[in-house]
């Protein structure tokens, strides 16, 4: 069973567009996230599924009761692509033509589909007026507000998800992209919470984080004043998600996966709490100093610690890291990587 979209779609103004940053993130960083994402696309039908339940959207008039049943026997994949393709087109034709249907499809993609149980169907709305009629995004709300953008406009929106961000962080992070992260919208993924992204990336530049003024370190946005220069600022991360998502979504898949953008957004989804948390578990090593910064508890002696960190090297060389990357990354000097690397080779001459 399959739907498609008209030639043409008839779209009314969705509010103030916001000019975005062409220096963001280039080329090469765009084509790093693709070739991380190459590895998995062509399972994204096996590592998506999410399953809603689909019954109210014949008293929605979004399918009849027959069409509805074909529906119901495709594999979760195939389905919501369905769903994608014939919700766009029902949600915009409501909108220019009935307001009361627009609102009860908006609230099921937010309520049912998205399960998001907002308390008030009011205030939810009237979020989702004030973006039609103003262009007002707040980021507090914008998990529910980007599930109706990105149904209303897929070549424009997508869903501003908490698996979303955690994925494409987790390559930014790995990959050695030095762009702004992603703030991340609250979940309730539990492997998504036990490794906890923020943590994860304030750890990596952890130098930005010590302390060097007790009065600064006092103020209680000691943080978040950090944090600024590593997180994309708030009012700006969704406008800068679909543009990123769009640029990848060109280099990533052929025909029409390429100008849909929901593809990229669902790859990324599917794949936060299963390939990501492998490799965040597989890449991730902690080494904690102790008083005397004279040995790490991980390591037995200095021997081991020459051939582990010269191997968190090797790591990094793999995923396309320069020497000066490396160096960053390690917190050392190029003089003090030389000299690493003379160990190491040292140490294996001596096992021969």
Aim: contains cysteine.
């Amino acid at each position: 069973m399959s739907f498609s979209y008209p030639a043409l779609l008839i779209f009314k103004p969705l509010g103030i567009i916001k000019k975005l940053n062409p220096k963001y993130m280039n080329s090469n960083e765009i084509d790093k996230i693709v070739s991380y994402l190459k590895q998995y696309k062509n399972q994204l039908s096996e590592y998506y599924n999410w399953n809603v339940n689909t019954y109210k959207l014949v008293e929605l008039k979004v399918f009849s009761k027959s069409e509805l049943e074909k529906v119901k026997t495709e594999n979760p994949f195939e389905k919501e692509i369905i769903l994608k393709k014939r919700i766009c087109l029902k949600l915009n034709n409501f909108l220019n033509n009935s307001k009361t249907d627009f609102d009860n499809l908006s609230l099921w993609i937010i309520k049912n589909w998205g399960g998001i149980n907002s308390p008030n169907d009011a205030k939810t709305l009237n979020l989702i007026d004030n973006y039609l009629n103003n262009g007002i995004i707040k980021f507090d709300r914008i998990a529910s507000l980007s599930k109706v953008l990105a149904y209303l406009k897929p070549k424009e929106f997508i869903i501003y998800d908490s698996r979303v961000a955690y994925s494409l962080n987790w390559i930014l992070l790995s990959s050695g992209i030095k762009s702004k992260f992603f703030p991340i919208p609250e979940g309730r993924n539990s492997k998504m919470i036990a490794f906890d992204m923020n943590v994860l990336i304030r750890m990596n530049d952890i130098n930005s984080y010590k302390v060097n003024n007790e009065k600064d370190f006092k103020n209680r946005l000691f943080i978040s004043k950090i944090d600024k220069k590593v997180f994309l600022p708030k009012n700006d991360a969704y406008f800068e998600l679909n543009k990123t998502i769009s640029q990848i979504s060109k280099k990533l898949w052929n025909n029409e996966k390429s100008e849909y953008l929901y593809y990229t957004e669902m790859l990324l989804f599917a794949i936060a709490d299963t390939e990501i948390y492998k490799d965040i578990t597989n890449k991730i090593s902690l080494t904690i100093k102790t008083k005397t910064q004279e040995n790490s508890i991980y390591y037995e002696n200095e021997n081991q610690k020459v051939i582990a960190d010269w191997n968190v090297v090797i790591q990094l060389k793999s995923i396309n890291y320069d020497t000066k990357s490396i160096c960053e990354h390690l917190s050392i000097s190029e003089m003090e990587l030389k000299k690493l690397e003379k160990e190491y080779n040292r140490l294996m001459n001596s096992k021969k």
